[in-house]
């Protein structure tokens, strides 16, 4: 990423520190903040002067002994794309390639040769946060995850008159979630998903499609923790997070099963309860079905969570008050929804008059 004053970013000592405490390896950290200072487009042309520079030090490297496939290059915005060129000149030998939050001005469009993609290590993972301004939308690796969707992360400003930080926030996300995977125990995960629509409406609940249950995570685990072979590629992944750090995320099925099928959608508000944590989530269940999902994340275990509620949405009617009601059935299950036994309903039928808020308490054990 480009930076105005050629100072170094604040993020690069954390980043080390972090990568040392949680892997035996020599890091090495590349100083070109003179090369990508200042406009744009000139740190673009510097991208392939310095993938060459990386390249010969390692061709050094290699001469000593060390294996290529021991090389994991980490790149943040522009510097994922110089991963990619080192990559390219390697022949996609080296070991693991993870890129944060790839830049996407003058990349999007671009060929494989000149941005990073799958083919340019044997392990290619991206982290999007801010696709739609200064990230790549498009997958470029074997694991692509797109964090809260891939843009707009909680937590961040949503108004231009919060200055450098509405530009910068999201994209940095990417390193901050990276940093706190190498530093936490919680789970980063992340299950494939034809969009994140279909992900928030609980149409992807585990990682078989094509994972064969292996659900990636961010971090230093080897592969993501994906354990096929052969990789497939630019597989989209996503996953929620909270809105500072650890930033991990449990995520949860909701499901509502009414008792007789209505001629309208039908909206519900779901509220998880912990000691310490809140967290909403919405089922929609669609007219004529009587079935309806949702994905719905929360800062603890789902056997913390002692009390859920529950809310009709009440219909846009200005003349009269809703009076609908309906009755049907709630329950809860951890992702990813490999079986049965951790589902856990609420054991009487529930009756929901619309914004009438209805609470039930929720045990599970944990395991």
Not at 268 to 287: E, M, Y
Not at 335 to 354: F, G, H, R, S, Y
Request: one cysteine or more; a neutral charge; proline letters at 6%.
């Amino acid at each position: 990423m480009t930076r105005a004053l050629g100072t170094k970013p604040s993020w690069i000592e954390k980043l080390i520190g972090a990568l040392l405490r949680a892997a035996d390896a020599n890091v090495i950290a590349v100083d070109w903040v003179y090369g990508s200072t200042g406009a744009y487009f000139s740190a673009v042309e510097n991208v392939v002067k310095l993938g060459l520079k990386i390249s010969s030090f390692l061709s050094k490297l290699l001469v000593l002994g060390v294996s290529e496939s021991s090389i994991h290059i980490i790149g943040v915005s522009l510097g994922a794309h110089v991963g990619g060129m080192v990559g390219h000149f390697y022949k996609g030998q080296l070991g693991w390639i993870t890129g944060l939050d790839p830049a996407g001005p003058e990349y999007t469009r671009a060929s494989l040769e000149e941005r990073l993609d799958a083919g340019d290590a044997l392990f290619v993972e991206a982290i999007h946060t801010d696709t739609d301004n200064l990230g790549i939308r498009i997958p470029v690796g074997h694991v692509d995850y797109f964090v809260n969707g891939g843009q707009d992360q909680p937590g961040c400003p949503t108004f231009i008159h919060a200055g450098y930080s509405y530009l910068i926030c999201d994209h940095m996300r990417a390193v901050d979630l990276y940093i706190s995977a190498l530093e936490n125990l919680c789970p980063l995960m992340a299950f494939p998903c034809g969009s994140y629509k279909a992900f928030l409406a609980g149409h992807c609940l585990d990682c078989f499609n094509p994972f064969l249950l292996s659900c990636p995570r961010i971090g230093l685990v080897e592969q993501g923790g994906v354990k096929i072979e052969p990789l497939p590629k630019e597989v989209k992944v996503y996953l929620l997070t909270t809105s500072r750090a650890p930033y991990c995320a449990h995520h949860t099925l909701v499901e509502f099963n009414l008792q007789e099928p209505r001629n309208k959608d039908t909206h519900i508000v779901v509220t998880f309860f912990s000691s310490n944590a809140t967290s909403s989530g919405k089922i929609t269940i669609p007219k004529q079905k009587l079935q309806g999902r949702g994905v719905l994340a929360h800062p603890t275990p789902q056997c913390q969570i002692h009390q859920v509620n529950l809310k009709l949405q009440a219909s846009r009617q200005f003349w009269s008050k809703d009076r609908t009601i309906i009755v049907g059935k709630f329950c809860t299950a951890p992702l990813p929804v490999n079986d049965n036994k951790m589902t856990v309903c609420v054991p009487e039928p529930v009756n929901l008059q619309a914004s009438v808020t209805v609470s039930r308490d929720l045990k599970m054990t944990c395991v």
